[in-house]
Nanobody, 125 residues
């Protein structure tokens, strides 16, 4: 059984920072690529960042320079550091994982196989 559990969301003011976490359990391990996606109210889901098995990262253009994805394989935990928050960053943030070994660009565009239930981030101006 695969489980991805996000935490760290909350309400912050514009310009602030948050660090999201995602703990993976089941057979998701260091051989899985992992990523963060988000869905704002009334909008489609969009990719935020992907981290590959070898640690390589790829980001959506909209978050480059403000978001940083990282992973701690010993803890089976994925992180997303979000800085300089803007009201348009308000969304449900989802953790995802995939073991097919595809490219980060593929996952950014098409999504991943396994999903968490999300953590809500709300930014006030």
């Amino acid at each position: 059984q695969v489980q991805l559990v996000e935490s760290g969301g909350g309400s912050v003011q514009s310009g602030g920072s948050l660090k999201l976490s995602c703990v993976a359990s089941g057979y998701i391990n260091s051989r899985y690529s992992m990523g963060w996606f988000r869905q704002a109210p009334g909008k489609e889901r969009e990719a935020v960042a992907i981290i590959a098995v070898n640690g390589a990262t790829i980001y959506a253009d909209s978050v480059k320079g403000r978001f940083a994805i990282s992973r701690d394989n010993a803890k089976n935990t994925l992180y997303l550091q979000i800085n300089s928050l803007k009201p348009e960053d308000t969304a449900m943030y989802y953790c995802a994982a995939d073991g097919r070994g595809l490219s980060g660009a593929y996952y950014l565009r098409y999504g991943m196989a396994y999903w968490g239930k999300g953590t809500l981030v709300t930014i006030s101006s």
